[in-house]
């Protein structure tokens, strides 16, 4: 698969991310390589091979809620680097 300039473009745009003109071209062509590997491997017989990972037969592994009794604000608070009676102390992050 050919990636184009603009394609690279636009994906650097999509990322966020400051391509220089300069290296537009190459980075199409890199990219160009790495989709036609991937279009290489659609085509590897995998026909009885195994699954190497545990990942895919894992289901999400859930415990049962318990009700507890809250350890209270002594406990809470205690590693707070700044307090106010119950409350933390936090910088402000909207001016």
Known sequence: MKISTDEVTKIAH???L???PSQK???AEQLSHIL???DKLKDVDVEGVKLSSGAAFMNNVLRE???KESPGPLVTLANAPQRDEDFYIVPRVVK
């Open 18 to 20: 400051e391509v220089e």
């Open 14 to 16: 999509l990322a966020r």
């Open 65 to 67: 809620d318990e009700v």
């Open 25 to 27: 071209e190459k980075m």
């Open 36 to 38: 036609g590997y991937i």
